[in-house]
Nanobody, 120 residues
Framework: QVQLVESGGGLVQPGGSLRLSCAASGGILNINGIGWYRQAPGKQRELVAAIPPRGLGANYADSVKGRFTISGDRVKHTMYLQMNSLKPEDTAVYYC?????????????WGQGTQVTVSS
């Protein structure tokens, strides 16, 4: 079965950095179409960063532009979110979402979520 397993979350001080990883197993990760979302307590899940299905560049939420970078490694079937200059308002559970090809069929899957807490 296909799984997306996230890692890299944790507690960091304001101004610090974290790199989230999301590794696919049971299928082939398609870098085109990957996305990172986050959900803070009491708020709706929001898109943070994504690579469009056609793979032309990347899109970012205004709140993270210039601080976060989305990327993917086709060989390792892993996607990443590099987060720099973190702010307390970045505190949330972060989820990866990606198209994974298995048995000739591509479907989008979600990771289990990883907690990011930015606090002094």
């Amino acid at each position: 079965q296909v799984q997306l397993v996230e890692s890299g979350g944790g507690l960091v001080q304001p101004g610090g950095s974290l790199r989230l990883s999301c590794a696919a197993s049971g299928g082939i990760l398609n870098i085109n179409g990957i996305g990172w979302y986050r959900q803070a307590p009491g708020k709706q899940r929001e898109l943070v960063a994504a690579i469009p299905p056609r793979g032309l560049g990347a899109n970012y939420a205004d709140s993270v532009k210039g601080r976060f970078t989305i990327s993917g490694d086709r060989v390792k079937h892993t996607m990443y979110l590099q987060m720099n200059s973190l702010k307390p308002e970045d505190t949330a559970v972060y989820y990866c979402n990606a198209p994974v090809l298995r048995n000739g069929v591509a479907q989008f899957y979600w990771g289990q979520g990883t907690q990011v807490t930015v606090s002094s």
